[in-house]
């Protein structure tokens, strides 16, 4: 299908959002608790009310305060930790269940605490990715993948739409990277993308994953890094149904000449990859019910195993501050010591979810982040 015909842009005056008196005094209150003192922090939502908390730890992973949002479905959306650029943190308030209709990005500034709103004329906003002037997210809608980019100084928009499902998007030095998918059915494993698009959302390139991985499907968490390099993960189902078990791959793509390579295939199922200081993490979690979770680091520059550390947890997210790891699952925040290519557990703390899940109070654990 050629790209003309799916691909297309319009631009739109998207101001930040007017408060009402109320929400102006919530983020003023939220504002007033917010001391720059932690280390790493933890976001707690739900879908069923407009509530979220994000609570604040020490290096030693010790509370030192809790404060309420009133967001519902508050979060990095789909991405394993949120979007932050200098001392802007972005987030996703989704909406409420069922609707997932807020249409906004908010930031919030990690030196104040002060909360921006912006206005992004899409719904259920999965991804977000940002640079120094605009912030970039991703949502689909009746078939058609949108990818929305917002000036953060005065929130001017910017809309694209292409394929039938816009997944990722990754900011690079001159604009962005899509991944996307033009599905003619649910198993349709040949029609993965990643677009290369400048500033004005006009593409310059595009490369066919599905063609390239053999029909690999399944995207999660690209990571990128400053030369046009980032890595991102690949799950291929063996079933002639489509379904567990699956093998997952990790494969690394060139912005600056669209050039896609495997890195490794890897021995487990996983749920997310990292990028830190010339190394790779990866979380592997079996997609169905078991003890065998494991974090292993790789060398990017050789491809190399370099370490695999059996964890008695689920790693869902993770997040990097200086030589320490934190992350966060099955219940747990816990903080690791880089050593070498080795993990040093330094300490542990259990994250109580407020509520249960029968509760129409009950609130998740929905993100991490660092302060910087």
């Not at 910017?158 to 962005?176: C, F, L, N, R, W």
Request: hydrophobic share 40%; charged share 20%.
């Amino acid at each position: 299908m050629a790209l003309a015909s799916i691909v297309g842009a319009s631009m739109l005056s998207a101001p930040s959002l007017a408060l009402t008196s109320c929400k102006r005094t919530q983020l003023e209150e939220a504002q007033a608790q917010y001391r720059p003192d932690y280390t790493v922090a933890v976001i707690k939502t739900t879908t069923t009310m407009r509530s979220s908390y994000i609570e604040y730890y020490d290096d030693g992973l010790k509370m030192v305060r809790s404060i309420w949002y009133p967001y519902a479905e508050f979060g990095p959306g789909w991405q394993a930790a949120p979007a932050a650029y200098a001392d802007e943190l972005y987030l996703v308030p989704r909406g409420l269940m069922g609707f997932s209709d807020d249409r906004k990005v908010v930031s919030l500034n990690l030196d104040s605490g002060a909360i921006r709103e912006y206005r992004v004329e899409q719904i259920s906003l999965l991804w977000l990715t940002v640079d120094d002037k605009f912030f970039y997210a991703s949502s689909n809608l009746n078939g058609v993948g949108h990818v929305s980019q917002v000036n953060k100084a005065n929130g001017e928009a910017a809309y694209m739409d292409i394929g039938t499902s816009a997944d990722q998007v990754v900011a690079t030095e001159d604009g962005i990277c899509v991944f996307w998918s033009d599905f003619a059915g649910y198993y349709d494993e040949s029609s993965y993308y990643i677009s290369v698009c400048d500033r004005s959302l006009s593409i310059t390139d595009t490369v066919d994953v599905g063609a390239f991985a053999g029909g690999t499907i399944g995207w999660a968490y690209p990571t990128a890094q400053s030369d046009g390099l980032f890595y991102f993960l690949s799950s291929k189902s063996l079933a002639p149904d489509h379904t567990a078990p699956y093998k997952d791959s990790i494969y690394k793509f060139t912005v600056d000449g669209s050039r896609l390579e495997l890195f490794y295939e890897l021995e487990h199922e996983t749920a997310t990859i990292m990028l830190h200081d010339g190394r790779l993490y990866v979380f592997c979690v079996p997609r169905v019910a078991s003890t065998d979770f494991f974090i292993e680091v790789y060398d990017c520059a050789s491809g190399q195993k370099l370490s695999s550390l059996p964890v008695d947890y689920a790693p869902a997210q993770g997040v990097f501050h200086g030589d320490r790891l934190f992350v966060n699952g099955s219940y747990y925040l816990v903080k690791y010591r880089l050593d070498g290519d080795s993990l040093i557990e330094e300490a542990r703390v259990t994250l109580d979810e407020r509520g249960s899940t029968d509760d129409p109070s009950f609130h998740y654990v929905n993100g991490i982040f660092v302060r910087p």
